[in-house]
Protein backbone atom coordinates (compact mmCIF):
# COMPACT_ATOMS: atom_id res chain seq x y z
CA UNK A 1 0.00 0.00 0.00
CA UNK A 2 1.11 3.32 -0.55
CA UNK A 3 2.97 5.30 2.27
CA UNK A 4 3.26 9.13 3.10
CA UNK A 5 6.32 9.83 5.25
CA UNK A 6 6.52 12.72 7.63
CA UNK A 7 9.08 13.98 9.96
CA UNK A 8 7.21 13.20 13.42
CA UNK A 9 8.62 17.28 14.82
CA UNK A 10 10.04 20.28 13.00
CA UNK A 11 11.10 23.48 15.46
CA UNK A 12 11.38 26.87 14.20
CA UNK A 13 11.83 30.06 16.10
CA UNK A 14 9.10 32.92 15.68
CA UNK A 15 8.99 34.84 12.20
CA UNK A 16 11.28 32.16 10.67
CA UNK A 17 10.87 29.92 7.85
CA UNK A 18 9.34 26.37 8.66
CA UNK A 19 9.67 23.65 5.84
CA UNK A 20 7.71 20.25 6.59
CA UNK A 21 8.49 17.66 4.37
CA UNK A 22 6.01 14.73 3.16
CA UNK A 23 7.84 12.00 0.90
CA UNK A 24 6.08 9.76 -1.42
CA UNK A 25 6.99 7.14 -4.22
CA UNK A 26 6.33 9.67 -7.15
CA UNK A 27 4.13 12.19 -5.10
CA UNK A 28 5.14 14.72 -7.68
CA UNK A 29 2.61 12.86 -9.86
CA UNK A 30 -0.36 13.61 -7.83
CA UNK A 31 -1.95 16.29 -6.50
CA UNK A 32 -0.83 16.81 -2.26
CA UNK A 33 -3.23 18.91 0.10
CA UNK A 34 -2.17 19.92 3.73
CA UNK A 35 -4.11 20.23 6.90
CA UNK A 36 -3.70 22.12 10.04
CA UNK A 37 -4.70 20.31 13.62
CA UNK A 38 -4.60 22.15 16.70
CA UNK A 39 -4.76 20.24 19.35
CA UNK A 40 -8.84 19.00 20.26
CA UNK A 41 -9.68 20.84 17.18
CA UNK A 42 -10.81 19.65 13.47
CA UNK A 43 -8.36 19.13 10.98
CA UNK A 44 -8.33 22.44 8.63
CA UNK A 45 -7.30 22.76 4.94
CA UNK A 46 -4.56 24.83 4.30
CA UNK A 47 -3.06 24.04 0.78
CA UNK A 48 -4.33 22.06 -1.86
CA UNK A 49 -3.79 20.89 -5.54
CA UNK A 50 0.14 21.27 -4.50
CA UNK A 51 -0.04 25.09 -3.81
CA UNK A 52 -3.49 26.15 -3.64
CA UNK A 53 -4.01 27.96 -0.73
CA UNK A 54 -7.93 28.45 0.17
CA UNK A 55 -10.01 31.38 1.03
CA UNK A 56 -8.97 32.49 4.47
CA UNK A 57 -5.05 30.76 4.65
CA UNK A 58 -3.22 33.34 5.41
CA UNK A 59 -0.29 34.17 2.49
CA UNK A 60 2.68 32.86 4.73
CA UNK A 61 1.22 29.22 4.23
CA UNK A 62 2.71 27.89 0.17
CA UNK A 63 3.58 24.49 -1.12
CA UNK A 64 5.05 22.70 -3.94
CA UNK A 65 5.29 19.18 -4.71
CA UNK A 66 8.41 17.61 -7.60
CA UNK A 67 9.83 14.35 -7.66
CA UNK A 68 8.96 12.49 -4.31
CA UNK A 69 8.45 15.07 -2.06
CA UNK A 70 5.67 17.35 -1.35
CA UNK A 71 6.52 20.13 1.13
CA UNK A 72 4.93 23.09 3.23
CA UNK A 73 6.25 26.18 3.91
CA UNK A 74 5.22 28.71 6.38
CA UNK A 75 7.29 31.95 6.32
CA UNK A 76 7.36 34.13 9.06
CA UNK A 77 5.71 31.38 11.74
CA UNK A 78 3.67 32.64 13.94
CA UNK A 79 3.06 30.72 17.53
CA UNK A 80 -0.47 30.49 16.30
CA UNK A 81 0.53 28.16 13.42
CA UNK A 82 1.97 25.28 16.48
CA UNK A 83 0.14 22.36 15.13
CA UNK A 84 -0.16 18.91 13.91
CA UNK A 85 0.48 19.26 9.98
CA UNK A 86 -0.99 16.12 7.83
CA UNK A 87 0.00 15.49 3.81
CA UNK A 88 -2.71 13.93 1.90
CA UNK A 89 -2.35 12.57 -1.59
CA UNK A 90 -4.88 10.08 -3.14
CA UNK A 91 -3.67 6.30 -4.87
CA UNK A 92 -5.75 3.57 -6.60
CA UNK A 93 -8.70 5.31 -5.49
CA UNK A 94 -7.61 5.94 -1.82
CA UNK A 95 -6.96 8.92 0.50
CA UNK A 96 -3.51 8.32 2.08
CA UNK A 97 -2.30 10.41 5.25
CA UNK A 98 0.75 10.83 6.19
CA UNK A 99 1.80 10.34 9.80
CA UNK A 100 1.76 13.83 10.77
CA UNK A 101 3.86 16.25 11.88
CA UNK A 102 4.39 18.64 14.98
CA UNK A 103 5.45 21.95 14.25
CA UNK A 104 7.00 23.58 17.75
CA UNK A 105 7.23 27.40 17.58
CA UNK A 106 9.84 28.13 20.36
CA UNK B 1 -21.54 28.55 6.48
CA UNK B 2 -20.95 25.43 5.88
CA UNK B 3 -21.64 23.37 9.06
CA UNK B 4 -20.89 19.29 9.24
CA UNK B 5 -22.47 18.14 12.67
CA UNK B 6 -21.55 14.43 13.93
CA UNK B 7 -23.30 12.21 16.32
CA UNK B 8 -23.80 8.34 17.07
CA UNK B 9 -20.97 8.13 18.80
CA UNK B 10 -20.29 6.19 22.55
CA UNK B 11 -19.18 3.13 23.60
CA UNK B 12 -19.87 -0.79 22.17
CA UNK B 13 -18.85 -4.03 22.82
CA UNK B 14 -16.63 -5.56 20.36
CA UNK B 15 -18.67 -7.43 17.50
CA UNK B 16 -21.36 -4.50 18.28
CA UNK B 17 -22.56 -2.60 15.82
CA UNK B 18 -23.06 1.65 15.37
CA UNK B 19 -24.64 4.09 13.25
CA UNK B 20 -22.89 7.14 12.72
CA UNK B 21 -24.93 10.49 11.06
CA UNK B 22 -23.62 13.71 9.82
CA UNK B 23 -25.62 16.38 9.10
CA UNK B 24 -24.91 19.53 6.62
CA UNK B 25 -25.75 22.62 6.43
CA UNK B 26 -24.94 25.85 4.44
CA UNK B 27 -24.10 24.29 1.01
CA UNK B 28 -25.43 22.20 -1.30
CA UNK B 29 -24.96 18.79 0.16
CA UNK B 30 -25.73 16.58 -2.91
CA UNK B 31 -23.80 18.05 -5.10
CA UNK B 32 -20.64 17.53 -3.17
CA UNK B 33 -18.97 13.97 -2.10
CA UNK B 34 -18.79 13.22 1.18
CA UNK B 35 -15.87 11.45 3.34
CA UNK B 36 -15.41 9.81 6.42
CA UNK B 37 -11.95 10.31 8.13
CA UNK B 38 -11.32 8.79 11.38
CA UNK B 39 -8.38 9.15 13.92
CA UNK B 40 -7.51 7.16 17.18
CA UNK B 41 -6.62 8.35 20.24
CA UNK B 42 -3.18 9.98 20.10
CA UNK B 43 -2.87 8.89 16.18
CA UNK B 44 -2.95 10.24 12.90
CA UNK B 45 -5.52 10.36 10.40
CA UNK B 46 -7.04 7.45 8.77
CA UNK B 47 -9.23 7.80 5.65
CA UNK B 48 -12.27 5.42 5.90
CA UNK B 49 -14.34 5.94 2.72
CA UNK B 50 -16.51 7.56 0.66
CA UNK B 51 -20.14 8.33 -1.26
CA UNK B 52 -20.10 10.17 -4.34
CA UNK B 53 -23.13 12.23 -5.32
CA UNK B 54 -26.15 11.33 -7.30
CA UNK B 55 -24.48 12.07 -10.57
CA UNK B 56 -21.74 9.74 -10.14
CA UNK B 57 -24.69 6.88 -8.70
CA UNK B 58 -24.21 7.23 -5.07
CA UNK B 59 -20.73 5.10 -5.56
CA UNK B 60 -18.91 3.98 -2.79
CA UNK B 61 -15.27 3.34 -2.26
CA UNK B 62 -13.73 1.70 1.46
CA UNK B 63 -10.53 1.70 3.32
CA UNK B 64 -9.40 -1.88 3.18
CA UNK B 65 -9.42 -1.74 6.97
CA UNK B 66 -13.24 -1.18 7.12
CA UNK B 67 -14.07 -3.00 4.21
CA UNK B 68 -16.82 -5.17 4.04
CA UNK B 69 -17.64 -4.14 7.96
CA UNK B 70 -18.70 -0.68 7.49
CA UNK B 71 -21.30 0.95 4.85
CA UNK B 72 -21.33 4.50 3.89
CA UNK B 73 -24.77 6.07 2.58
CA UNK B 74 -26.28 9.26 2.15
CA UNK B 75 -29.96 10.91 2.66
CA UNK B 76 -30.00 14.09 0.61
CA UNK B 77 -33.64 15.02 1.09
CA UNK B 78 -32.07 15.36 4.32
CA UNK B 79 -28.86 16.65 4.33
CA UNK B 80 -27.40 13.61 5.98
CA UNK B 81 -24.77 11.04 5.42
CA UNK B 82 -24.33 7.79 7.53
CA UNK B 83 -21.62 5.50 8.43
CA UNK B 84 -22.81 2.03 9.46
CA UNK B 85 -20.23 -0.06 11.28
CA UNK B 86 -20.80 -3.09 12.60
CA UNK B 87 -18.37 -6.07 13.54
CA UNK B 88 -16.49 -3.27 15.27
CA UNK B 89 -13.24 -4.09 16.95
CA UNK B 90 -11.14 -2.10 19.08
CA UNK B 91 -8.91 -1.16 16.81
CA UNK B 92 -11.70 1.23 15.49
CA UNK B 93 -11.86 3.74 18.49
CA UNK B 94 -11.18 6.76 17.11
CA UNK B 95 -12.63 10.03 16.50
CA UNK B 96 -14.78 9.66 13.29
CA UNK B 97 -15.09 13.03 11.00
CA UNK B 98 -17.48 13.65 8.38
CA UNK B 99 -15.83 15.31 5.34
CA UNK B 100 -16.99 17.56 2.48
CA UNK B 101 -15.11 17.03 -0.76
CA UNK B 102 -14.26 19.61 -2.73
CA UNK B 103 -16.08 20.54 -5.97
CA UNK B 104 -13.35 21.43 -8.05
CA UNK B 105 -10.55 17.90 -8.41
CA UNK B 106 -12.76 15.59 -5.27
CA UNK B 107 -9.59 15.32 -3.96
CA UNK B 108 -9.49 17.31 -0.81
CA UNK B 109 -11.37 17.53 2.22
CA UNK B 110 -12.49 21.44 2.22
CA UNK B 111 -14.36 21.31 5.29
CA UNK B 112 -14.62 19.15 8.15
CA UNK B 113 -17.16 17.95 11.11
CA UNK B 114 -16.51 18.53 14.74
CA UNK B 115 -16.07 14.91 14.97
CA UNK B 116 -17.80 11.62 17.26
CA UNK B 117 -16.03 9.77 19.23
CA UNK B 118 -16.40 5.72 18.87
CA UNK B 119 -15.09 3.87 21.98
CA UNK B 120 -14.81 -0.12 21.23
CA UNK B 121 -14.38 -2.32 24.66
CA UNK B 122 -15.39 -5.05 26.80
Keep these: SYELTQPPSVSVSPGQTASITCSGDELGDKYASWYQQKPGQSPVLVIYQDSERPSGIP ?11 ATLTISGTQAMDEADYYCQAWDSSTAVFGGGTKLTVL | EVQLVESGGGLVQPGGSLRLSCVAS ?16 GKGLEWVGRTRNKVNSYTTQYAASV ?56
Design chain 1, 59 to 69: ERFSGSNSGNT
Design chain 2, 26 to 41: GFTFRDHYMDWVRQAP
Design chain 2, 67 to 122: KGRFTISRDDSKNSLYLQMNSLKTEDTAVYYCARVSLAGAREFDYWGQGTLVTVSS
